[in-house]
């Protein structure tokens, strides 16, 4: 590749970089809605030209963002994973697991898009194109940090269900303004995660659901 080729790559990454950052800031303190093309090519100094020769619509750019959020989503809870004391238990795991995927602001991001895309036929269609990417990123993990139950079917089942949970709580803390989630409710999820877990690792493998098949997946 040619060094003016190289340059105009350069070029081209970093504006499209700049109006990914600005979006997802966007949306975040503003909403799906309240995200227009002008506020974010503003915050990027950038002019709106630049954005569309990039893409063609809002929504095109949109995917990308939803993309890259779940992308920066995993990787902060995989560097929460990888920063936890290495003789730490599964249910710490996790609870690490859990919290991390809710608990940052490309969480809110990710709700808002979703939640555009019910109403938006263009976003829901761009969005559909990787609509198992952030199952995957999920299952990518679980296979990583949690190989020892990576044979069995259940475990990933719970994991979602477990993932169902916070989620939901996150959205509760979020809509009733509440800081910390109950410790009530935390205490309990604890609870059942510790004895699920015990459960499992007693079974061992079985038959591992062809949905999810952890090995055919690449590592967190």
């Known amino acids: 590749m040619s060094p003016t080729r190289r340059t ?15 979006a997802i800031d ?9 995200a227009s093309v002008q506020i974010i090519c503003q915050r990027a100094e950038l002019s709106q030209g630049a954005l569309f020769r990039h893409f063609a619509t809002k929504n095109e750019l949109m995917q990308l ?7 920066l989503l995993f990787d902060r809870a995989a560097a929460d994973l990888v920063a936890l004391p ?4 599964d249910e710490d795991k996790m609870v690490c697991l859990m919290r991390s995927l809710v608990a ?17 036929p263009e976003l829901s269609g761009l ?22 139950y990576a044979g069995n079917s259940e475990f990933v089942a719970m994991a979602l269900t477990m993932m169902t949970t916070y ?23 604890q609870n059942i995660l510790r004895q699920e877990l015990a459960r499992l690792a007693k079974k061992g493998a079985d038959t591992v659901n062809p949905v999810y098949d952890l090995a055919s997946l690449p590592q967190a």
């Open 8 to 22: 105009q790559q350069s070029r081209r990454e970093g504006t499209i970089g700049k109006l990914v950052a600005s």
């Open 26 to 34: 966007c949306i975040n303190e503003l909403g799906y809605q309240g």
């Open 65 to 71: 963002v939803y993309n890259s959020t779940i992308d």
């Open 86 to 89: 290495a003789d730490a238990s």
């Open 104 to 120: 940052d602001v490309h969480y809110v991001v990710l709700m808002e898009l979703m939640m555009a895309a019910r109403t938006q």
């Open 127 to 148: 969005i559909a194109r990787d609509g198992l990417r952030q199952r995957d990123r999920f299952i990518a993990l679980l296979g990583t940090y949690f190989p020892r």
């Open 167 to 189: 989620h939901g709580m996150s959205l509760y803390r979020t809509m009733s303004r509440e800081v910390e989630p109950s410790p009530l409710r935390e205490q309990w999820l």
